[in-house]
């Protein structure tokens, strides 16, 4: 486990914060999404991507699912991009019509349920992970997160 320091950074009006993580070195993950590619985080190397925890039960985690989608459609093609990680014992089929009911077109794998993740700790759903371009955890948010609230972060973050 690598060592993380952490500190408060409050974002959209002091309504939600991003935790800011410091981390030492880049994040080595990958997950086969629901279509059967696998995702690697480096293929996604000198971008951002908000690493998303949810469950198909978890309301807060599917009151979410447009602010993440909005985020992925406007920075996709630049800066940033999303990837879901559905961390529940559901069959696959059930998960893509989920994902298909709700119009999210940002990449779903289906991960072991587990509190320890190679980004850190998942104390509850949803849960996120701002990984920075370099490919280290750069925030994470326990809850509720808005697209406003991770433009601003990143904003922000590059500014230092």
Not at 19 to 41: M, Y
Not at 56 to 64: D, L
Request: with cysteine; proline share 5%; net charge positive.
């Amino acid at each position: 486990m690598r060592p993380v320091k952490f500190m408060a950074v409050w974002v959209a009006a002091g309504l939600l914060s991003l935790q800011t993580l410091a981390q030492a070195e880049p994040v080595k993950f990958s997950a086969v999404d629901i279509d059967g590619k696998t995702l690697h985080l480096s293929d996604y190397r000198g971008k951002w991507v908000l690493v998303n925890y949810w469950a198909t039960w978890c309301a807060p985690c599917i009151k979410e699912l447009p602010e993440l989608e909005a985020f992925h459609n406007k920075h996709k093609d630049d800066k940033a991009v999303v990837l879901g990680l559905n961390m529940e014992n559901i069959k696959l089929d059930k998960l893509r019509r989920f994902v298909k009911k709700h119009a999210v077109t940002y990449p779903i794998a289906q991960v072991k349920t587990a509190a320890n993740t190679p980004f850190g700790m998942v104390y509850g759903m949803p849960t996120s992970f701002l990984v920075n371009p370099k490919g280290e955890v750069a925030a994470r948010e326990v809850g509720i997160i808005s697209a406003e609230s991770i433009e601003n972060f990143i904003e922000r973050s590059e500014k230092e």
